[in-house]
């Protein structure tokens, strides 16, 4: 049911930035070292993109506003709203991503703060490298429906080919 995917593998020049220049970013065509822009495969990593669009808003601030404020800041009480209501964020967790920060030749995590973050290799000890957790994404056949289930954590899914 899993099918096999092309992953964008652009970076970004800043771990700062809205989620829609985020998106732009990982389809460009900057990366590291003339590395390819594309890698196919069956299970990649979350984007920086995916963790914003995650986002639901909240009663301080709504999914809109969240959308438009720059990901970075999202740890701040008044935005606070856009990552407490977003499915991908866990709690006191810092999470990988596919997306590589061009300038200075980083990774971006999304760090228990709420925010895309960056890290150098030489900054990355063996107990941060063990320490983040992944979130796996895959993409389904397009000959896979959904055969039964609401969808919700009582009643999910059902799938079939």
């Known amino acids: 049911m899993i099918g096999d995917a092309i992953w964008n593998i652009g970076g970004h020049p800043t771990n700062s930035a809205m989620i829609l220049e985020f998106y732009t970013s990982e389809r460009g065509t900057v990366v590291h070292n003339n590395n390819p822009i594309t890698w196919t495969g069956k299970i990649g990593l979350m984007y920086p993109s995916d963790y914003g669009y995650a ?7 709504d999914r809109n506003t969240c959308l438009n404020e720059n990901i970075y800041n999202w740890f701040g009480s008044d935005l606070i709203d856009c990552s407490n209501n977003n499915w991908l964020y866990k709690d006191n967790t810092d999470q990988w ?18 925010r895309v ?4 290799p030489d900054m990355i000890s063996e107990d ?13 056949s397009s000959s ?12 999910p899914f059902k799938l079939s080919l």
């Open 144 to 155: 896979v429906k959904i055969s039964g289930g609401t969808g919700s954590s009582s009643d």
């Open 97 to 114: 991503t596919l997306t590589h920060q061009t300038t200075f030749n980083r990774v971006l995590f999304i760090d228990d703060n709420r």
């Open 128 to 140: 941060m490298v063990f320490g983040l957790s992944a979130s796996p994404v895959i993409y389904l």
């Open 117 to 120: 973050f960056d890290a150098t």
């Open 55 to 61: 986002t639901s808003g909240g009663s301080k601030t």
